[in-house]
C-alpha cells in the first residue's frame, strides 16, 4: 500500500473496457471506487466513409492525410482490407503527406513503412497539429487533406486546417455509443449531485460528453454541473482536460503521461490536498 494515498475518499471512475482495472488500482491507493462504465466502442465494421477515401486515395484524390489515434489508424486498415489488398492501401498512404497527431500514431504508420512528413509534439492535442503545420510552413492551399477521426469529430482542428486554405475530407473510423445498461451512468449523475463523490477520474473525452447526456437527457445538466464543481478531477491529459473546460469545470490535475496507472497514481498523492483546496474554493 503506497503511503500516500486517497485515505478512504470516493473515486468515480467511467472506464468502460479497463473498468474492472481501474477500480482495482483506486482500491490499491486507497480509495472507495465507484464504477460507472460511459461508453462502449461500436466499429464501423461496413463504413461507406471510409471506403470512399480509400477509392478516392487510391485515385490520387488527396495530398496528405492526419492521423490522430493509433488505433484510429489500425481501425481504417482493417475496413479497408476488407475491399482492398492492404499492401495497396499502405502503397498509396507513401504517396501523399502524412500528418500524424502523437507517438501512437507515428508508432502505426512506422510499423506500415509509411513515411511520416509532420509528426505534433506534446502534448498532442490538435493545436499541437495546426502549429507544427505552421512552424514547418506546410502549404496546405488547395490541397486536399483527409483527417482519419476518432469517435468524436474535432470541428477546430478541421476549421483550423480549412482556414490555412485546405479542403478537408472527415473519415470515421469508429465511434463511441452510450453503453447498452446506461443505469450505473445514471446513478454516477445522481451521486455526483448529491455530493457522494469527492474524487473523479477521466481517461477521455467521451466519458464526459456522455455523462453530461445522460444528465441532460433527464434535464439535470445544471445541477452536474453544480456537483462537478465540489469533485477534485483528475484528467489523463490535455484533449481530455480541455473537454472539462469546454464544460465551464476547472481542471484540478493532469496527468504528467497519459496512462492510466500514472491518473490514478498522481490523484491519490495529492487528492486530500486537492480536495481540502476544492472544498475551500466552493465555500
Known amino acids: 500500500m503506497p503511503v500516500t494515498n486517497f485515505h478512504g475518499l470516493t473515486v468515480l471512475t467511467l472506464e468502460s473496457r479497463r473498468g ?13 471506487p465507484v464504477h460507472a462504465p460511459a461508453m462502449r466502442e461500436v466499429p464501423l465494421s ?57 507517438p501512437k500514431p507515428v508508432a502505426v504508420l512506422r510499423e506500415w ?35 482519419q477521426e476518432y469517435g468524436v469529430s474535432n470541428p477546430e482542428l478541421l476549421e483550423g486546417l480549412r482556414e490555412r486554405g485546405a479542403y478537408t475530407t ?10 447498452e445498461d446506461t443505469g450505473p451512468l445514471r446513478a454516477a449523475v445522481e451521486e455526483v449531485i448529491a455530493k457522494r463523490i469527492d474524487v473523479a477520474l477521466f481517461t477521455t473525452s467521451v466519458q464526459i460528453h456522455h455523462l453530461f447526456q445522460i444528465a441532460g437527457q433527464d434535464g439535470k445538466k445544471d445541477e452536474l454541473k453544480a456537483g ?17 473546460r469546454t464544460y465551464g469545470l476547472l481542471v484540478d490535475l493532469e496527468a504528467s503521461h497519459p496512462k492510466m496507472g500514472y491518473l490514478v497514481k498522481e490523484a491519490a498523492e495529492q487528492s486530500e490536498a486537492l480536495f481540502q483546496k476544492m472544498q475551500s474554493r466552493s465555500k
Do not use: C
Not at 474492472?20 to 472507495?32: P, V
Not at 461507406?48 to 492526419?66: H, S, T
Not at 469533485?231 to 491529459?237: D, H, Q
Open 170 to 179: 472527415p473519415v470515421p473510423v469508429y465511434q463511441w455509443e452510450l453503453p
Open 113 to 147: 513503412k509509411v513515411p511520416v512528413a509532420l509528426a505534433a509534439p506534446e502534448p498532442n492535442t490538435w493545436r499541437e497539429v495546426l502549429q507544427a503545420i505552421d512552424d514547418n510552413k506546410l502549404n496546405l492551399r488547395g490541397k486536399r487533406v483527409a483527417v
Open 20 to 32: 474492472q482495472e481501474m477500480s482495482r488500482l483506486i482500491e490499491t491507493y486507497g480509495g472507495k
Open 46 to 102: 461496413s463504413n461507406p466513409e471510409a471506403l470512399k477515401f480509400a477509392d478516392a486515395l487510391f485515385e490520387g484524390k488527396f495530398d496528405a492525410v492526419v492521423f490522430l489515434t493509433g488505433v484510429g489508424a489500425r481501425a481504417l486498415s482493417k475496413v479497408v482490407e476488407g475491399a482492398h489488398p492492404t499492401e495497396k492501401f499502405f502503397e498509396a498512404l507513401r504517396k501523399v503527406s502524412i500528418i500524424a497527431r502523437g
Open 228 to 244: 462537478m464543481e465540489h469533485i477534485v478531477k483528475a484528467s489523463i491529459g490535455p484533449t481530455t482536460s480541455e473537454t472539462l
